[in-house]
């Protein structure tokens, strides 16, 4: 499927929505106005591809609210060429918007069947996120520390594994709750023992898993 001059025009729409909603990072809405998200959707979901909305995406997974994403992205303030570790690939929408903005990023997805198939949508659309195959509780210690670490989906506390590949001076943002919702909570790392947080409201996320699944 091409990414045709009505796409644009629907992303331009969706780009204004969101800025209307409170995103002011001007980076995150440029990357979101660029990466076609209507690629990254189940057939039956693509023509609803630029409501504001998550959407099933297979294996008990969801493609995010595109506000949430902007909203993470921005929470997480990520620079060109930040080293990023993103925990729960999934449809690989939010690991494109991450390379767009010029991350270095590490995505980890523990369903084979959406590892597979992110990675071949991604590469196939020109981007080259490290992907990894495994539980994201436990990160990817050998590429790290990380710049920022992101999390797509909801914890039912914060890693400890995470915190240890942080580095100093870094950031991370995950939704930390149960079933019924999660606090966006933001992590900033002060020290090697030191650590400050702070909480961006409720969002509703799929279950953070342990394991992997094939």
Do not use: C
């Amino acid at each position: 499927m091409e990414d045709s001059f009505r796409h644009k025009g629907l992303r331009k729409k969706l780009v204004e929505e969101i800025r209307k909603k409170g995103i002011t990072d001007e980076q995150v809405l440029t990357a979101i106005s660029k990466v076609p998200r209507h690629l990254f959707m189940e057939s039956g979901f693509i023509n609803f591809s630029y409501k504001d909305s998550a959407f099933p995406i297979g294996a008990g997974q969801t493609i995010s609210q595109p506000y949430t994403v902007a909203f993470q992205t921005e929470l997480l303030q990520v620079s060109p060429m930040d080293k990023v570790l993103e925990i729960g690939t999934g449809s690989g929408y939010q690991a494109a918007i991450l390379v767009e903005m010029g991350a270095k990023v590490f995505t980890i997805e523990r369903q084979r069947e959406l590892f597979v198939k992110a990675k071949s949508q991604l590469e196939g659309l020109g981007y080259y996120p490290h992907f990894f195959y495994g539980d994201g509780y436990l990160g990817m210690p050998s590429y790290g520390p990380y710049k920022r670490i992101l999390v797509t989906a909801g914890a039912p506390s914060v890693p400890t594994k995470l915190i240890e590949q942080l580095e100093v001076g870094g950031r991370m943002v995950i939704p930390v709750g149960d079933g019924s919702g999660q606090d966006m909570i933001v992590i900033e790392k002060i020290s090697d023992t030191e650590t400050k947080t702070t909480n961006h409201g409720r969002f509703i996320f799929v279950p953070l898993l342990k394991g992997t699944n094939k």
